[in-house]
């Protein structure tokens, strides 16, 4: 079984100011995928970014970039130059490279709140 | 481009009444599909998944059923509903390759009274 811990229910952050919010993770099956998603007030889950279990260097996009640390079990998201509308709620996700759907456990995630 | 629309976008029913919930893909064939459940201030939760026409797979045991009549479309209904069954529904598609990544539709907002 999987699992995904979000440690920071809240973050705030000034405009323009760079944030990391937190993701640890346990499973023990040997490749998996790590997923970052952003849920505005809206309700909608927009797909942020992706990292494979296998992948030599951190990804990025745009001004999304993902801090994997496989060792430590965590995939850390880092904004860059924070924007009033990053505010929203971020999960964490992720799901095994075994079995023949994607089945992705998601962590409680966090809010985050860019201020002036 | 794909897109994934969901309907209805809100719904209030009545314990013990029905329900239905539609999603439907456009711009993909044969994708992976997906029903998820947000509660209020809570993460997701798969409840069904699809790898095919007829093919539903639950994670869940609960009074809800999913059923997949044509390639891109997914039903999520139950024939009686409970108070516990209100929340946020969100219907997914993947490709089934590469990252596999899940896409998602808008959500259906259920609040069961």
């Known amino acids: 079984a999987q699992k995904i811990t979000q440690t920071q229910p809240g973050m705030f952050v000034q405009e323009k100011e760079a944030v990391t919010l937190d993701c640890t993770y346990d499973t023990s099956d040997p490749s998996y995928g790590l997923f970052w998603y952003k849920q505005p007030s809206s309700g909608e889950m927009i797909f942020l970014i992706y990292?494979?279990?296998?992948?030599?260097q951190n990804a990025t996009e745009g001004r999304y970039s993902l801090n994997f640390q496989k060792a430590r079990k965590s995939a850390n998201l880092v904004i860059s130059a924070s924007q009033l509308g990053d505010s929203a709620m971020y999960f964490c996700a992720m799901r095994p490279f075994t079995g023949t759907a994607s089945k992705l456990t998601f962590g409680t995630g966090t809010r985050l709140q860019v201020t002036l | 481009s794909q897109t994934i629309h969901q309907w209805p976008a809100t719904l209030v029913q009545p314990v013990g009444s029905p329900l239905s919930l539609e999603c439907t893909v456009e711009?993909?064939?044969?994708?992976?599909l997906y029903w998820y459940r947000q509660a209020a201030g809570r993460g997701l939760q798969l409840l069904f998944y699809s790898v095919g026409i007829g093919q539903i797979s639950s994670e869940v045991p609960q009074n809800l059923s999913a059923s997949r009549p044509q390639d891109r479309q997914f039903i999520l209904s139950s024939k009686k509903l409970l108070l516990s069954d209100s929340g946020f529904y969100l219907c997914?598609?993947?490709?089934?390759?590469?990252?596999?990544?899940?896409?998602f539709g808008p959500g259906t907002r259920l609040t069961v009274l």
């Open positions: 711009g993909t064939s044969n994708p992976n």
């Open positions: 990292q494979g279990s296998y992948d030599q």
């Open positions: 997914a598609w993947s490709q089934g390759v590469s990252t596999d990544t899940q896409y």
